[in-house]
């Protein structure tokens, strides 16, 4: 057995090109024992190449992917004790349910009944008892994917790889598979490697993420460290919406910023790196923002930024308001249970927010 303190599946230098295409460039990080990590990126940005390389379906340019300490350059993909969840469920249409599941097993040389009660295991564990002799050309794109996850982890791999798994199912039953995923994985304590574009769901199933960009690694960590405090501009813009004030560093005291804003006001903001009387820009999300309109403006302290409402949209459970603050664009998402009166298009407004929730980042980042 493999030391637990070890990771299940690392990653070092790894690169790939296709002919003066450079997919992958020098990107490495590790994977433990029961962790669900997510490889997030925009289309084109290395992700199903990554998980080829790992599979055993391409074979790397330069690095290095170890398998519970062992490395996998010389083991074919057949060899490697991988399960593979793809977007399309990739069912056999002649075979039944239990025979597409039991297929690994078969595969394997595993003993009828043997294969019998392991694929009952994995019906019950995928809720779809009963559906053993349905033909599998019969089911819903859901139910297809759940038999192809207990297809992928019927012979109880360490490492299951899920390529885009749910991108081809509607929204809400997206959102229900990514529940049961994690629910699956929590159950078995097996690692998983999720290759998706979509940040929504990253956030919703990992452990951890990885971001990748041009084949390299931008930031790994948790949903919430990603997101609160992103290592650069690109890995910030794609995991949401992110606002930018340009301004000065008046001074630094205990790792908050004091910013001089191109529009006047004093404003604070996390130290990200910047240095005092250099230029800058405060970063901050928009459902960091609070907002003020008329009267209830001067509530909001002098720190308060004056802003000029453009447009307001009703998203359901938020509006999106797009104000001007001295020429630049701001967004601002307000939960729709807190009515604010005074939102039409020219209203001048006053925003503000806490100083942990912004961060004063260099001009470059």
Known sequence: MPDRQLPRLRLRDLSHS????????????????????????????????????????????????????????????????????????????????????????????????????????????????????????????????RVALARALVFEPRLVLLDEPLGALDRQLRETMQQELRAVQRRLGVSMLHVTHDQAEAMAVSDRMAVIEAGRLRQIGTPREVYENPADGFVASFLGEDNRLPGRVEAIEDDVAFVRLAGGALVEARDAGVLAGGACMVAIRPERLAVMAGAMAADMGDDAVAAVLRESSFRGDHLRLVLDVAGITVVVKRPTVVPLAGLVPGATLALAWQAQHARAVPLAL
């Not at 940005?45 to 996998?72: C, H, M, N, V, Y």
């Not at 039991?102 to 394997?108: G, I, N, Q, S, V």
């Not at 294969?115 to 089911?139: C, N, Y």
């Open 18 to 145: 296709f002919g003066a295409v450079r997919a992958l460039d020098g990107l490495s990080f590790d994977i433990a024992p029961g962790e669900y990590v997510t490889l997030l990126g925009p289309s084109g940005s290395g992700k199903s190449t990554t998980l080829a390389l790992i599979a055993g379906f391409l074979q790397q340019d330069a690095g290095s992917i170890e398998f519970d300490a062992r490395p996998l350059h010389r083991t074919p993909a057949h060899r490697r004790g991988i399960g593979l969840v793809f977007q399309a469920a990739q069912l056999l249409p002649h075979l039944s349910v239990a025979d597409n599941i039991a297929l690994p097993l078969k595969l394997r040389r595993v003993g009828r009944a043997e294969r019998d009660a392991a694929v009952t295991r994995m019906l019950d564990l995928v809720a779809l008892r009963g559906f053993a002799e349905r033909a599998s050309a019969s089911l819903s794109g859901g139910q297809a994917q």
